[in-house]
């Protein structure tokens, strides 16, 4: 047995260790390289086809224009820094509605648990980041170097021409890649063909060089060297996503009533696993499934389609290894408890099964969750306001006597405009009689009525003064509101606010 097979391998294919050995580990122990064998299948289709998915959306998005007309980005999909906005193609989102973003984090979370409620650990299989990318990398290295025995063979001969010169391939294919990620992560934050022109003519900002050597440092590292490390200790996920499964969740799962006892596929009395440790080899992280489920296992299914081919060259029926509910494993595994291995054993543990019941109460729980939280996005979404006015009173001090006697506070009034529309708006305050209102920098209409602008996408400050004139006898805070009027008169926007006084 070669030294880089998996560290995880089944009790079959190791001796037991004495008491007295297993005492004399170490507590730590180096890591034992995983080198995946090529499969082909099912599962490896769907995995391919989610593979190109991703990475195309990842690093073609960018690119993709939506004129929002003059001085707006037109990219599709930015985090404008600069002018504080998040622009998804036609959806505009202000630092103000911060809400949405956490709204829509909520929503994935609840996402995350219904899929890993119904059908395991979907998301690590096929869509996590470093699943797809960690494939990504495997398959440059299998292109480049080999197969599994290839790749081992490699690893353990002489590190001659042959040697550096596949390496070295490999990992400046990876670093291409890396690359790749890298600046198309920046190109989120930053206008795409803008800044692609300054990384690669060097007359990019010291930030942007930063943010694109990290990713690509991260994506190297994480997808070419740690890889199944990342999964099995550094990924919180796997921690307390048994959490969100029950038994009626679709998992990988070994049938090991129809595989046990395992043997050669010509012996009498044994099962349908042939002990080719097949499942193992595919693994990408080196894990034996028919130990059960272990945190290790990512749910990729690729030890079903390794398992499915031996089991057709052997002219036996597929699924030993399946997404199967921990349910029906349970009742296949009582419904031919001593009966020898065979056709009937197999009928028997398969008629056992029943559908997976995807309507269950906790899945209805995420899925309520999930309705509650989009219906209330959408609706703050529909019912959002296009102009917004904020007050601020001063609070040191507050409020000033005049030399007549009179009180006055001050007040910076903020008018955030999210229309495109440009034209003046008239500020007008509702308060008791005898209250007067300056604004300071500000027209006024024919009627006297101070005019303040609204900046078209935009916000504007206003400073603005009341007073009271001496003798108006007050209560120490005194409730008022700013309106905006559009020309028609019609109020475009409000905010309520206090006038405070002396104690009397």
Request: proline content about 7%; some cysteine.
């Amino acid at each position: 047995m070669s030294t880089v097979e998996a560290p995880h391998r089944a009790k079959a294919d190791r001796p037991p260790e004495a008491p007295a050995a297993a005492a004399a580990q170490p507590l730590y122990a180096s890591r034992q390289k995983v080198y995946p064998k090529r499969v082909f299948g099912v599962v490896r289709s769907v995995k391919w086809a989610v593979l190109a998915l991703c990475l195309a959306l990842y690093y073609v998005v960018p690119w993709i224009r939506w004129n929002r007309g003059p001085g707006l980005p037109d990219q599709a999909v930015l985090v404008d820094i600069e002018n504080a906005r998040l622009f998804f193609f036609w959806i505009e989102i202000w630092p103000q509605e911060i809400y949405f973003l956490t709204g829509a984090l909520i929503l994935g979370a609840f996402a995350l648990f219904a899929v890993s409620s119904l059908f395991g650990r979907l998301w690590c299989g096929f869509t996590c980041p470093q699943t797809v990318w960690t494939d990504l990398f495997m398959f440059v290295e299998r292109w480049i170097q080999g197969d599994r025995n290839a790749r081992m063979k490699l690893d353990q001969g002489p590190r001659n021409a042959n040697y550096w010169t596949r390496k070295g391939l490999t990992h400046f294919v990876w670093l291409l890649i890396a690359a790749a990620t890298g600046g198309a992560w920046v190109m989120y934050f930053v206008d795409a063909p803008t800044v692609t022109m300054q990384i690669l003519t060097g007359h990019a900002s010291v930030q942007v060089y930063f943010f694109f050597a990290l990713f690509a440092g991260f994506t190297y590292l994480l997808a070419g060297w740690a890889r199944e490390q990342v999964c099995t200790y550094m990924c919180p996920w796997p921690r307390f996503q048994a959490a969100m499964l029950d038994e009626n969740s679709l998992v990988v799962t070994y049938r090991d009533w129809r595989g046990e006892p395992r043997g050669k596929a010509k012996a009498e009395g044994v099962g349908d696993c042939v002990d080719c440790f097949a499942c193992v080899h595919v693994c990408p992280t080196g894990i034996d499934i028919r130990d059960g489920q272990q945190l290790e296992c990512i749910g990729c299914g690729l030890c079903v389609d390794a398992c499915d081919s031996v089991m057709g060259k052997l002219g036996r029926p597929k699924g030993l290894i399946a997404f199967e509910t921990l349910k029906n494993l349970a009742a296949s595994e009582a419904a031919t408890v001593g009966m020898p291995p065979g056709e009937a054993r197999y009928k028997a543990g398969m008629a056992a099964r029943h559908l997976p019941r995807f309507i269950r109460p906790r899945t209805m729980m995420y899925a309520g969750a999930i309705a509650v939280v989009s219906l209330v996005m959408l609706g703050a979404f529909l019912l959002r306001s296009t102009l917004d006015v904020t007050v601020l009173r001063d609070r040191a001090p507050l409020f000033v006597r005049l030399s007549d006697g009179g009180i006055r506070n001050g007040y910076t009034i903020k008018i955030v405009n999210k229309r495109r529309e440009d034209s003046p708006l008239v500020l007008d305050l509702q308060a008791p009689q005898g209250f007067r209102m300056v604004v300071q920098d500000a027209d006024t209409d024919p009627d006297g009525r101070p005019m303040v602008a609204r900046r078209a996408d935009g916000i504007v400050q206003y400073r603005v003064l009341v007073s009271v004139p001496p003798g108006q006898r007050l209560p120490e805070s005194t409730p008022v509101t700013f309106r905006l009027l559009e020309p028609s008169g019609r109020v475009a926007a409000r905010q309520s606010s206090t006038f405070v006084g002396p104690r009397q």
